[in-house]
């Protein structure tokens, strides 16, 4: 069973990961390598920072407050 990596596939960059048991067998299976399991990580990191400060932001002012006249 063959391993590539999905992300390097996307990018059109060298995908092979690993082979695993049984070698006969060469089906394809997916996975992340290293640099994009990083990537990915960080990623998360700064999407989970953004979501925080949007949510702070929302939350001292109302919607309503713009419409009043
Ligand atoms: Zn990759």
Redesign the pocket.
């Known amino acids: 069973m063959i391993v590539l ?1 999905a ?2 596939i996307e990018q059109d ?1 060298p ?1 092979f990961l690993r082979e695993l048991a049984p070698y006969v067998d060469t089906r394809i299976s997916h996975g ?2 290293p ?2 399991a990083a990537e990915w990580r960080a990623k998360l990191r700064r999407q989970a920072l953004v979501a925080r400060g949007h949510a702070g932001g929302a939350g001292t002012l109302p919607p309503t407050d713009g419409a009043r006249p």
């Open positions: 990596c992300w390097c960059r995908a992340i390598c640099d994009h």
